[in-house]
């Protein structure tokens, strides 16, 4: 969903699973899907670690435990505190179409595959890389009170803690952040400078 990036503030969803990969972010069998409906990939998300084979609720997964399992929207569980190496595995571009469509704007962690991390971005969803020591904190902090708020602010590029109060800056691709800002994917950005595009062309002919 495109929405336009300043400052997130919300409470956070501790998935505290290193290599978490694509295939446990969406199962394959959705990747046949030739729908784009986000609540069709949003019901998705993690769908085998929520329910077991018979469709029962996985009670004790985090996004199932009851200060967890109220659905992400405006500044709550907005945020994923994911584990090292966050998107592993193949490169299936429905993982990051799940985050979105579950509700999910930003995703934490300390590091992520390179794919993964770009299809985010590609789906307005903000990957923010931070250093482990604050990757921990994050997560003893979002687990020893699930209302915890973390601020991600989007044009001075840092995240905060509001609990402890530390901050930590992260980067992110210039033209990237430009387009998050704006609610841009790419075609709105080549629409946005059109006339530029023609000139330019218009002075090589």
């Not at 250093?131 to 590029?157: C, G, I, M, R």
């Not at 800002?181 to 002075?203: C, H, P, R, S, T």
């Amino acid at each position: 969903m495109k929405q336009k990036f300043d400052i997130i503030q919300s409470t956070c969803l501790p998935i505290q699973i290193d290599n978490c990969n694509t295939d446990l972010i969406i199962p394959a069998r959705y990747l046949a899907s030739t729908t784009r409906e986000d609540k069709f990939f949003g019901d998705a998300f993690m769908h085998d670690l929520r329910f077991d084979a018979d469709g029962n609720v996985q009670k004790d997964f985090v996004l199932n435990q009851p200060a967890y399992s109220e659905l992400p929207h405006k500044g709550v569980h907005e945020i994923i505190i994911g584990g090292a190496n966050w998107g592993s595995g193949s490169s299936r571009e429905h993982a990051a179409w799940a985050i979105a469509g579950y509700g999910v704007r930003v995703v934490i962690s300390s590091s992520f595959a390179d794919i993964h991390r770009n299809n985010l971005l590609n789906c307005f969803v903000l990957p923010v890389v931070v250093s482990k020591a604050f990757q921990q904190e994050l997560f003893e902090t979002v687990l020893a009170n699930p209302q915890a708020e973390v601020k991600v602010d989007v044009p001075q590029q840092t995240v905060t803690n509001l609990t402890t109060g530390h901050s930590e800056h992260f980067e992110i691709n210039t033209y990237k952040k430009y387009c998050l800002m704006n609610a841009y994917d790419d075609i709105d950005f080549l629409l946005e400078n059109k006339e530029k595009i023609e000139a330019w062309e218009g002075a090589y002919r």
